[in-house]
């Protein structure tokens, strides 16, 4: 299963695959292995592990890493501002999903609703004609009282 919790194919290799042992993650993120184990032990940047408690880096966690070297060395903001940064980040994610089911709910419980509706329309009797309001200006009314005898 990878992180979303979703099972997938074994061999299949994604952006969460983790298949960098923390040595070539270092060397392709640029940065030392002490650092890596710094920002992981952080929570900063958390690989998976593996069943010897390894470390095992995907391609999102050297992207990840990088993002982490670049606002550091860069911007210079501290690490906990980059933690509480990719706290964020992450849960802006999180709600951009959620809203992206609920926009498809919504679409799929519009879709039946208007389906509903359909049927509704389609069960009205045929022998009934519609009442539609006379024009009053189009009429003559002549109205005289009766005489008292």
């Known amino acids: 299963m990878d992180r979303s919790g979703r099972s997938r194919n074994p061999y299949e290799l994604t952006d969460e695959s ?10 392709l993120s640029g940065l030392h292995p ?6 992981d ?9 593996t069943a010897g408690r390894g470390r095992r880096y995907s ?4 992207e990840l890493l990088r993002t982490v ?9 501290n690490l906990a501002g980059i933690k509480r940064i990719i706290e964020l980040e992450n849960q802006v994610a999180a709600l951009q999903q959620r809203v992206g089911e609920l926009s498809a709910a919504l679409e799929g419980a519009a879709a039946a609703m208007q389906q ?31 005489r008292g005898d």
């Not at 070297?69 to 903001?77: A, P, V």
């Open 18 to 27: 983790p298949v960098y042992v923390i040595s070539v993650a270092a060397q």
């Open 34 to 39: 002490q650092t890596l184990r710094q920002y």
């Open 41 to 49: 032990r952080l929570g900063l940047v958390s690989p998976d592990r």
């Open 59 to 62: 391609a999102r966690d050297i």
């Open 69 to 77: 070297q670049q606002l550091s060395q860069d911007e210079g903001i």
């Open 116 to 146: 509903r509706e359909a049927q509704v329309h389609a069960s009205y009797r045929r022998d009934l004609v519609p009442y539609q309001d006379v024009q009053q200006a189009s009429a003559l009314v002549v109205w005289r009282p009766k």
